[in-house]
T-cell receptor, first 112, second 112 residues
Framework: GESVGLHLPTLSVQEGDNSIINCAYS??????FIWYKQESGKGPQFIID?????DKRQGQRVTVLLNKTVKHLSLQIAATQPGDSAVYFC???????????FGSGTRLSIRP | DVKVTQSSRYLVKRTGEKVFLECVQD?????MFWYRQDPGLGLRLIYF???????EKGDIPEGYSVSREKKERFSLILESASTNQTSMYLC???????????FGPGTRLTVT
């Protein structure tokens, strides 16, 4: 069936370094992907999205890269800060107009 | 500012009780969703609704039902709560098309 997963359950980076969080998906027909950030005790918050006709999209300190050939996307966070500590989910849209499937999440921790 | 609110942040119920979780959005979104979130399993879709009085089963609908009588409100019902329904429940809404979902803060339900 369709799946969206994350490569690593945890990631630890030094404050100020760049973070790269990876995600793989199984359905080549998926046309829309989203990255969410979930802080402790809160619901997921939208970070950035990308449509399948794009390879790259940039936001404020974040970049999402989409490689459709290998069905992989990544979230890059520049100059990681303590406030970036959270669980990060990728999600992909499949078949249904609005239903999306979430990966299991990567917990990002920041070393001072 | 977009807003999705959930009726309770924390809820403790006894096995066999009927439980209502309510979600309200103020963005005039057509689509609303209920997820449960468990450690290591990510977000799993229980039910979603794409219009008033319309509903579709998600990946784990067993033991749950939903109601959407008004566009802004989507209720999740546990007819007879069981201990394996102890979880974090997240409500979300989105507009039509490939748009991101906006999440509420979650309800942590404990069934004893």
């Amino acid at each position: 069936g369709e799946s969206v997963g994350l490569h690593l359950p945890t990631l630890s980076v030094q404050e100020g370094d760049n973070s790269i969080i990876n995600c793989a998906y199984s359905n080549s027909a998926s046309d829309y992907f989203i990255w969410y950030k979930q802080e402790s005790g809160k619901g997921p918050q939208f970070i950035i999205d990308i449509r399948s006709n794009m390879d790259k999209r940039q936001g404020q300190r974040v970049t999402v890269l989409l490689n459709k050939t290998v069905k992989h996307l990544s979230l890059q966070i520049a100059a990681t800060q303590p406030g970036d500590s959270a669980v990060y989910f990728c999600a992909g849209r499949y078949s249904s107009a609005s239903k999306i499937i979430f990966g299991s999440g990567t917990r990002l921790s920041i070393r001072p | 500012d977009v807003k999705v609110t959930q009726s309770s942040r924390y809820l403790v119920k006894r096995t066999g009780e009927k439980v209502f979780l309510e979600c309200v959005q103020d963005m005039d979104h057509e689509n609303m969703f209920w997820y449960r979130q468990d450690p290591g399993l990510g977000l799993r879709l229980i039910y979603f609704s794409y219009d008033v009085k319309m509903k579709e089963k998600g990946d784990i609908p067993e033991g749950y039902s939903v109601s959407r009588e008004k566009k802004e409100r989507f209720s999740l019902i546990l007819e007879s709560a069981s201990t394996n329904q102890t979880s974090m429940y997240l409500c979300a809404s989105s507009g039509q098309g490939p748009y991101e979902q906006y999440f509420g803060p979650g309800t942590r339900l404990t069934v004893t």
